[in-house]
Nanobody, 123 residues
Framework: QVQLVESGGGLVQSGGSLRLSCAAS????????MAWYRQAPGKERELVAA???????NYADSVKGRFTISRDNAKNTVYLQMNSLKPEDTAVYYC?????????????????WGQGTLVTVSS
């Protein structure tokens, strides 16, 4: 039906940068809000950043000024540019989207999650 595929995670030193990508595919009619969440070991999943279809963004206080979320609506893709990374940014990062999909001859709203990509920041 619909799926999100993330890429771009990896190991980086403190102060470095990474760019995550997440592409949506399937029977997509439109995509509303797209977001990035993260979950560190032993902690709950938390919202990192979100962007609406019109481009309005919001960020967790812990990443403001360091991370930038953007999207390419033509490619059904959302990005997360992460700069000045800190060891406390180490987590599995998940892409999330609310997608209007054509399923069984009807439009349905689905909340879809990616499989997660690991970001490790060494000190």
């Amino acid at each position: 039906q619909v799926q999100l595929v993330e890429s771009g995670g990896g190991l980086v030193q403190s102060g470095g940068s990474l760019r995550l990508s997440c592409a949506a595919s399937g029977s997509i009619f439109s995509i509303n809000t797209m977001a990035w969440y993260r979950q560190a070991p032993g902690k709950e999943r938390e919202l990192v950043a979100a962007i609406t279809s019109s481009g309005t963004t919001n960020y967790a206080d812990s990443v403001k000024g360091r991370f930038t979320i953007s999207r390419d609506n033509a490619k059904n893709t959302v990005y997360l540019q992460m700069n000045s990374l800190k060891p406390e940014d180490t987590a599995v990062y998940y892409c999330n989207a609310v997608i209007k999909a054509a399923i069984d001859r009807a439009f349905r709203y689905l909340e879809v999650w990616g499989q997660g990509t690991l970001v490790t920041v060494s000190s």
